[in-house]
């Protein structure tokens, strides 16, 4: 017996709903970002000035705009400066968490007055979902002056429910009945719930233009991990942890991360060109309190290209990650997969964790293009495709699966570039669902 999801109607009509209510909330909590010019200190709006805007910002149209023509249509939009801090509902849904409610902010700035420095960014948020999930997190990715230095880091504090479809990526193993389960030809559903706690930091050194190396630690770990659904023991979560030594009550997952980055976006938010790469290996110790030691190389290259110098925002957006275990052994819900890369963001069409492995490669392309003038509204179209080995038979780039779908974007803040971005995606097996968020994927 696996995990039944709500009701898909009932679940897509309360989306709707509170969708509905949030966009019309959504102009006042815009309103109160919004700084007149001369509440502000001469010396304070000299240094509000330094934002990373764009040239054309005038000519867009944000949820900051749509507030002020809504409540204080004679005002001109010259006479406000934009805030680098954007405070707003964190609204999300898709078919992993349900729908989400919460408090997020947002931010972006350029620290120091060098013109070439890259835009720092931040976020904080906390939220609770119709899975029972309670979510506080913090992220930051910042640049100092001149692109130095570059310092990396998130912190998570959760009560999570993670869905879980076997190992590999649908092809089943039927030499025994525990390959078979392992494998969920079926992709029947399980549920964890847990105790979540993760912690991680790196810092880049600049060697050459764009180029940066660095180092950090990572630390992952769950507790009170509980299968509140199954009426059998025999799953793969408890096969896999029979198989490599892992307690099904609790793990953690601890090391250090060596990294080479390279960057020339010209956005972290939403980029209209330029690349990003960053490679490097994560070493699990046991001295560092991690359950197994274990060696991971991962890859994240990214790269996009304007179609239009009038009109940047026709970019095609090209992603590919990947995870590959080298030696030692990892938690199993912290295998590579759905839904594990840093931002959490791959795989729209699936669940979190739908495909996973300990090698696991994963690709997609996306195109984003205007639909109105002043880009208050945008959309995209995109197509992905993932592999996976599943250790019993299945290897790495044997078999593949698809997913793609198109969506709607909001402009929210034209000064960072912050969209509110809605995409109905769909994969094999009848997986599907409505994914939204802030910012792009990728």
């Not at 835009?119 to 906390?126: H, L, W």
């Not at 630390?219 to 799953?235: K, L, M, Y």
Request: proline share 4%; glycine share 10%; net charge positive.
């Amino acid at each position: 017996m696996g995990y039944n999801d709500a009701n898909v109607n009932v679940l897509n009509y309360l989306f709707t709903g509170i969708l509905l209510f949030v966009f019309a909330l959504i102009p006042l909590l815009a309103l109160s970002q919004e700084v007149p010019m001369d509440t502000l200190r001469t010396d304070s709006a000299r240094f509000e000035t330094i934002l990373p805007t764009e040239p054309d910002t005038l000519t867009q149209y944000d949820i900051a705009d749509l507030a002020r023509a809504i409540f204080y249509p004679n005002r001109n939009k010259r006479d406000v400066v934009p805030t680098v801090i954007t405070i707003i509902p964190n609204i999300a849904a898709n078919p992993t968490i349900g729908f989400q409610i919460g408090i997020k902010a947002v931010g972006g700035k350029k620290l120091g007055k060098d013109p070439a420095t890259f835009m720092s960014v931040a976020a904080t948020s906390a939220t609770i979902t119709t899975k029972g999930i309670i979510n506080f997190y913090f992220t930051h990715n910042v640049f100092t002056e001149g692109n130095k230095w570059n310092i990396q880091g998130s912190l998570v504090a959760a009560r999570s429910v993670v869905p879980d479809y076997g190992l590999g990526i649908g092809v089943g193993d039927y030499s025994s009945i525990e390959n078979q389960v392992l494998t969920n030809p079926e992709r029947t559903g399980y549920v964890f719930h847990s105790l979540f706690l993760s912690f991680r930091e790196k810092i880049y050194k600049e060697v050459r233009k764009n180029l940066f190396a660095g180092a950090g630690v990572s630390f992952d770990i769950r507790r009170r991990v509980e299968d509140r659904f199954s009426p059998t023991p025999v799953t793969p979560y408890t096969i896999y942890n029979k198989r490599m030594g892992y307690s099904n009550n609790h793990y953690s997952s601890n090391g250090l991360l060596f990294n080479v980055q390279f960057t020339t976006r010209d956005n972290q938010n939403r980029a209209y060109r330029g690349m990003y790469a960053d490679a490097g290996f994560r070493l699990n110790q046991t001295w560092m309190g991690s359950t197994k030691n274990a060696l991971q190389f991962t890859a994240d290259v990214r790269k996009y290209w304007s179609l239009s110098s009038r009109n940047p925002e026709h970019v095609i957006a090209w992603w590919n990650w990947g995870a590959y275990l080298i030696r030692g052994s990892l938690p199993y819900l912290e295998l590579a997969g759905i839904g594990k890369d840093p931002a959490s963001r791959s795989g729209r069409g699936y669940k979190i964790g739908y495909f996973k492995g300990t090698q696991f490669q994963y690709s997609e392309i996306e195109y984003r293009f205007p639909i109105m003038t002043n880009k208050f509204i945008s959309g995209a179209a995109f197509f992905n495709i993932q592999s996976s080995n599943d250790l019993v038979g299945t290897r790495l780039f044997q078999q593949w699966q698809p997913g793609g779908g198109a969506g709607l974007r909001v402009l929210f803040n034209k000064s960072t570039r912050t969209n509110l971005c809605l995409d109905y995606a769909f994969g094999k097996f009848g997986s599907g669902g409505f994914f939204l968020g802030i910012n792009e994927t990728f």
